[in-house]
């Protein structure tokens, strides 16, 4: 199992998990405290037990503020959890997701749409964070392990 995290701090945590193109699932949680957020993450890898997190880390140090600094909590607890349960894992840096982007507007990406502002996976209309953990996860899928994109 692979799972692929866009931790928030203060606003939705979604995660994307993977067994393979026949099972996997979007998971979200929303709350205002990092604690929360922390706590989910925790109890979400000691139930599944990945072999991977894959989680999507900043690269905007002029954002700062309260926010911000709550989600670098939340990220030092994912590398906490990986580094005690022994989990590989890999940040993939935001910036990078934004190129994923583009290739989807020229729809180079299959099972990926984009229309009217809207992400689709599969025909699902995606939210704003579950997008984010999607793109994390094509991003190591194809990039890092070089696998084929929705191969069986």
């Not at 205002?32 to 990945?50: G, M, S, T």
């Not at 590989?88 to 502002?117: C, F, H, M, S």
């Amino acid at each position: 199992m692979i799972i692929s995290i866009n931790p928030s701090g203060t606003g939705t945590t979604a995660c994307f998990l993977f067994s393979d193109w026949n099972k996997y699932e979007f998971r979200s949680f929303t709350d205002k405290d990092w604690l929360n957020h922390a706590e989910f993450i925790q109890k979400l890898i000691k139930k599944e037990k990945p072999e991977v997190i894959i989680y999507e880390n900043v690269s905007f140090l002029k954002f700062a503020n309260y926010h911000f600094k709550n989600l670098l909590k939340v990220i030092a607890i994912i590398e906490l959890v990986c580094h005690e349960k022994q989990i590989n894992r890999q940040a993939i840096v935001d910036k990078y997701t934004k190129w994923v982007e583009v290739k989807i507007k020229q729809k180079k990406i299959p099972g990926l749409e984009y229309e009217k502002r809207k992400y689709y996976f599969q025909d699902k209309l995606l939210t704003h964070d579950e997008k984010n953990t999607l793109l994390c996860f094509y991003i190591y899928w194809t990039k890092m392990v070089k696998k084929n994109w929705l191969s069986a």
